[in-house]
């Protein structure tokens, strides 16, 4: 989604570009969101919508941000054609379903349908997946016709080529929450799904995800009779919050290449691109800087 605005919404457009070139992460820290799932609430609110906000935060440090959390912000700035993007997806759903207890399968499904769909399995199961005679089942590892292929290494789950997951994750009776993995362009290159047998432990994952969205929604804690987010939980929706937040970021710098040279927002992307190769930059560095040098003086 490219923000787009009349010319009598300008100064708002770039009082909220103040807010996203502080790092994208304006923590919202109520009652019930220790985590800052409400973060980067400033960058992503309609124009003209008047809300009450607090001082943004400056981004969290790559160093101190949990791994889940870093590879959702690190995907969504990473630009679109940087070799090893299937690789990233793929890290991501390692590392939820190691990370959140309640997850059992975690599977990546590319937007292209190029590529083949992705299972990540939770350790607890990787030992009966590796059981031939349970393969033989069908009902935790594709039947013997596919190829499984294990991408697992020393601090990772298991990484399974699997066709057809969704039906077979359904005839299963698990419960799934989806979410959507972009790139630099703010592009959805694939499908995160979390798969988990406790309909009530998936549960906090579909608000929280929900409230990242949505500032105006209830997050986890303040929802009773909810069971509480794990700590892998609240890193995936902290991560989720924030990439969302830089996909706002880039495009606006983005909206406002596009209006500067009247071209589309297309080749208003590239040209940002361009730039932050020539500086040697992120993607985000570069539209961070792109929003400042329109911010009034």
């Known amino acids: 989604m490219i923000y787009r605005w009349q010319s009598g919404h300008r100064f708002t457009t770039l009082a909220l570009a103040a807010l996203a070139i502080c790092g994208g992460n ?37 160093s101190t941000r949990p791994p ?6 690190g995907l969504a700035q990473t630009p679109d054609d940087v070799p090893g993007i299937i690789e990233n ?24 349908g190029d590529e083949p769909c992705t299972v990540a399995v939770s350790p607890d199961l990787t030992a009966a997946i590796n059981d031939a005679s349970l393969t033989a089942c069908h009902d935790l590892a594709p039947s013997a016709g596919h190829t499984m292929t294990d991408h697992a290494t ?6 399974l080529a699997w066709p057809n997951f969704r039906e077979t994750g359904t005839r299963m009776g698990m419960r799934i929450v989806s979410m959507p993995l972009f790139t630099g362009s703010g592009t959805t290159r694939a499908t995160l799904d979390l798969w988990g047998r406790d309909p009530a432990a998936i549960a906090p ?45 880039i495009q606006l710098a983005v909206e406002l290449l596009a209006t500067q040279t009247g071209s589309d927002p297309s080749k208003a992307y590239l040209r940002l691109r361009l730039d932050a190769a020539d500086q040697g930059i992120s993607l985000l560095a570069a539209a961070s800087a792109t929003i400042a040098g329109n911010l009034p003086s």
């Not at 889940?68 to 912000?73: K, R, T």
């Not at 590392?95 to 590319?110: C, H, K």
């Not at 929900?210 to 929802?223: K, M, N, S």
Request: net charge negative.
């Open 26 to 62: 304006c923590l919202n820290r109520v009652k019930g969101d220790p985590w800052g799932i409400r973060g980067s609430v400033a960058t992503r609110n309609t124009l003209g919508k008047e809300r009450k906000m607090t001082p943004p935060s400056t981004q969290a440090p790559t």
């Open 68 to 73: 889940l959390a870093d590879a959702l912000v």
């Open 89 to 112: 997806l793929q890290k991501v759903a390692q590392l939820a379903v190691s990370r959140i207890s309640t997850v059992d399968y975690a599977a990546v499904s590319p937007q292209s």
């Open 154 to 159: 020393a601090d990772t789950a298991t990484t």
């Open 205 to 249: 994952l579909t608000v929280g995800i929900c409230a990242a969205y949505d500032p105006d929604l209830p997050v986890p804690g303040e929802i009773d009779d909810l069971a509480p987010l794990d700590a892998g939980g609240h890193e995936l929706i902290a991560g989720f919050a924030e990439a969302l937040s830089v996909r706002a970021t």
